[in-house]
């Protein structure tokens, strides 16, 4: 028997209307929610994420200010124009997207974002009231998938949580966010030994290494809730996961394609947070 898929579409869609109802009842009480994208340089990658978060702010009735600045861009000028924005009360969220260019230090921007208006969760900050229950924002890829297995009506507490990858924006706040839930986690990564034996003992494994189509059927438990991550190329140039849908799907319980499962639910969740922080502010 084929397992379910787990429609990432679908749920974003139903967290963007709750947004937008949220937004319009707030907007109606006074407070319009705004969120400031800057964007550095030119790489199109970077252009494509910017214009579908505009897109999605657009649609849930959220203000969206874009902050174009080009490639050659000082430090300075950056943090100038982030300490503006943090002084700016119209705005509620504010989001630098990575990559910077190389002259620029991340760390340091990412720094200077006022915490209550860090909408992506990436500040040491939100990252340390995350680590120890305490109200701020969650990163938004993690915070995304556990409304997909929530939504999809998939216990997490007292389940065996694998999570294939450790790094800052996914694998360490899953398992923060894995661990809230009474999930037993254990963070898997490159120096792991005998990945296997641990993977195909999951009830839910999140695969986040960046590696296409690595996991097989072998490496799962039959009836097993698969979350990937993975945004990969396969040998045809075709896009893909770090998990072989094809050969895992007859094994698994739940799964989430790619794309169409993890990718929708970052923006949705995105504009989860810019809500949040009008509504704090």
């Not at 340390?128 to 939504?151: D, N």
């Not at 996991?215 to 990969?232: N, S």
């Amino acid at each position: 028997m084929s397992a379910r898929i787990i429609d990432g579409k679908k749920i974003s869609q139903d967290i963007k209307d709750e947004v937008k109802e949220e937004a319009a009842a707030l907007k109606a009480r006074g407070t319009e929610p705004c969120l400031a994208v800057v964007l550095v340089g030119d790489d199109p990658a970077s252009h494509i994420y910017v214009r579908n978060k505009m897109r999605a702010c657009k649609y849930t009735g959220i203000r969206s200010v874009s902050i174009d600045l080009p490639a050659d861009t000082e430090e300075s000028e950056l943090l100038e124009k982030i300490q503006e924005l943090n002084a700016d009360t119209s705005v509620h969220g504010i989001l630098v997207q990575l990559p910077l260019p190389p002259q620029i230090d991340e760390n340091k921007i990412i720094n200077a974002i006022d915490p209550d208006k860090d909408v992506d969760g990436f500040s040491p900050i939100s990252v340390g009231r995350l680590s120890i229950g305490l109200e701020g924002f969650k990163s938004c890829t993690p915070a995304g998938i556990i409304e997909l297995i929530k939504r999809s009506g998939i216990s997490i507490d007292g389940k065996n949580c694998v999570i294939a990858g450790r790094s800052n924006i996914v694998g360490k706040p899953m398992a923060m966010l894995l661990l809230r839930e009474n999930g037993t986690v254990t963070v898997c990564h490159s120096h792991t030994k005998d990945l296997r034996s641990i993977t195909s003992k999951a009830d839910i494994l999140v695969a986040a290494i960046g590696k296409p189509k690595f996991f097989k059927a072998d490496d799962i438990k039959e009836g097993a809730v698969i979350i990937d991550v993975g945004m990969d190329r396969d040998e045809n140039g075709k896009l893909c996961g770090d998990v072989d849908f094809d050969d895992v799907k007859e094994k698994a319980g739940y799964i989430t394609p790619v794309p169409g499962g993890v990718g929708p639910m970052t923006i949705a969740m995105l504009m989860r947070n810019c809500l949040e922080a009008a509504c704090r502010l």
